[in-house]
């Protein structure tokens, strides 16, 4: 069983910054990939941004293409989020997830299938 834990939501005022943390323990590793999905109040969950073990090929949102950038240290088995210019749209829940892919358009996995963190609230409102 994979156990991910994230850290580093809060409150941001639009424009600003934040740095999501993910860290991976149990089988650590049966994983290939780690990444980032959302859920804003009222709206289905989404793919934000995945980064395979190697650190290449890694996809983004159109949304936030630009804005933020997804990195690992696959030794430390822990994903960050680097999120600038954040936008009132941003708001959400942030979760971490294992084994993301993106096909076309279509991310993998659906809501809370295979292994998902508890998530981290993102607020950005001044």
């Known amino acids: 069983q994979l156990h991910l834990v994230e850290s580093g939501g809060g409150l941001v005022q639009p424009g600003g910054s934040l740095r999501l943390s993910c860290v991976a323990s149990?089988?650590?590793?049966?994983?290939?990939?780690l990444g980032w999905f959302r859920q804003a109040p009222g709206k289905e969950h989404e793919g934000v941004a995945c980064i395979p073990r190697s650190g290449s090929g890694i996809n983004y949102s159109t949304s936030v293409r630009g804005r933020f950038t997804i990195s690992i240290d696959d030794a430390q088995n822990t994903v960050y989020l680097q999120m600038n210019s954040l936008q009132p749209e941003d708001t959400g829940i942030y979760y971490c997830v294992a084994n993301c892919e993106l096909y076309g358009s279509k991310w993998w996995p659906p809501a809370h299938s295979g292994s998902w963190g508890q998530g981290t609230q993102v607020t950005v409102s001044s």
């Open positions: 149990g089988s650590t590793l049966n994983y290939w990939s």
